[in-house]
């Protein structure tokens, strides 16, 4: 099944490429429209005796406390190691991120990630908490009920987790304070960013857009396609730059097998081609096993009976099968061949990589 899935990927891949046709708006982005991201410092309460012990998060509690208007008279009539002793809270990093249109009073999810010795954040609730942008602006404000998304139990020494529960989302739990809108168009331009630059891609896009409005695209660069508004005044510069997202290119990528070495999966693009090459697959197998004997002394020798192992170690190695790949191979066609000789999904990612350095796979190689 594992191997299957393997080959299953590399077809896949390969035959969707070939006659994949995609529009301008999914492989590029408009320059201008970027996201900003936010981050803020805060305080998740109602924990279940998960949260942390440390004096440094118990006095960012008190802290809050005394933000809120708590009289300061309350904490100084106590001992300084009575102040507060919870276990309910946890001091945690607060992220998000606003896109470039999002207007004032619109919600965004944020995520909450322990800094602290908490156990769990599962039941918890943040804290007002500002979210401030790279320039030190607050851009946004967060509090809600997290969720975590798992849970953790311990019981007697022992227990069972699932997920991370130490990092929690709180859905829509932040709203947008101040905009930082993009600009699209200046001057009457705009550029199409290409999220993964080619050369030959930024020329047929900018042919595809010049064949319905003449004279509006340039290929500056392997990365951008300079846009220019038509002398059709019926659209506005937004318009134009939406129906030219719609407009459907053939993307030229570079030849490229992806490799996830942890889930043995291998991807591989159209443009994979492998010089005629032959492969040859062994296995060596080594195995020790240990018999214990049982000693008997002779009667009335005063001696006891006593275990002693033998070990035996015993080696054998698989026959190798040589595997002639003609010119016209594709990585598909290595990866059933291979199959077919019993090669595991890690032993198939080591024959790509020596081919790769013996010069018959003519792609770039990429480890995840």
Same mark, same amino acid.
């Given at each position: ?78 001992? *300084?190691? @009575?102040?507060?002793?919870? &276990?309910? /809270?946890?001091?945690? !990093?607060?992220? =998000?991120?606003?896109?470039?249109? +999002? ?14 010795? *908490?156990? @769990?954040?599962?039941?918890? &609730?943040? /804290?007002?908490?500002? !979210?401030?942008? =790279?320039?030190?602006?607050?851009? +946004? ?228």
């Amino acid at each position: 099944m594992y191997r299957l899935l393997i080959a299953a990927a590399v077809a896949l891949a390969a035959a969707s490429q070939a006659t994949a046709q995609v529009r301008i708006k999914d492989i590029t982005d408009v320059s201008g429209a970027r996201a900003n991201q936010l981050y803020g410092f805060g305080l998740v309460v109602g924990l279940d005796g998960t949260g942390s012990r440390s004096t440094f998060t118990q006095q960012v509690a008190v802290d809050l406390l005394q933000r809120m208007g708590t009289s300061t008279q309350i904490f100084s009539q106590l001992p *300084a190691e @009575s102040v507060i002793r919870s &276990t309910s /809270i946890s001091a945690v !990093l607060v992220t =998000a991120e606003i896109g470039p249109f +999002a207007r004032k009073g619109s919600r965004v999810d944020v995520t909450v990630s322990a800094i602290d010795d *908490a156990r @769990s954040l599962q039941g918890g &609730t943040l /804290i007002f908490t500002p !979210l401030r942008g =790279a320039d030190g602006n607050v851009y +946004a404000l967060a509090q809600g009920p997290l969720s975590v998304g798992g849970f953790s139990v311990t019981v007697g020494g022992g227990g069972v987790q699932k997920n991370h529960v130490n990092v929690g989302r709180v859905p829509s739990g932040g709203i947008i304070e101040k905009e930082a809108p993009g600009e699209l168009v200046r001057d009457g331009k705009a550029t199409l960013l290409l999220k993964d630059p080619d050369p030959n891609t930024a020329r047929v896009i900018a042919k595809t857009i010049n064949d319905r409005y003449p004279g509006t695209a340039v290929a500056t660069d392997p990365g951008a396609v300079a846009l220019c508004q038509p002398t059709d005044l019926s659209k506005t510069a937004t318009q134009f730059i939406a129906e030219v997202g719609l407009f459907e290119v053939r993307p030229d990528t570079t030849a490229r097998v992806v490799i996830n070495e942890r889930t043995g999966t291998v991807v591989a693009g159209e443009n994979v081609t492998i010089s005629p090459t032959a492969i040859a697959h062994g296995n060596l197998y080594i195995g020790v096993s240990i018999t214990p004997l049982i000693s008997q002394p002779p009667p009335f020798s005063g001696g006891g009976t006593v275990v002693v192992p033998r070990t035996q170690v015993t080696g054998s190695e698989q026959q190798a099968r040589l595997l002639p790949l003609p010119k016209s191979t594709t990585v598909a066609d290595v990866a059933r061949s291979m199959n077919a000789l019993g090669v595991t999904p890690r032993d198939l990612i080591a024959v790509f990589q020596m081919m790769k350095r013996a010069g018959a796979l003519h792609a770039e190689v990429v480890i995840e």
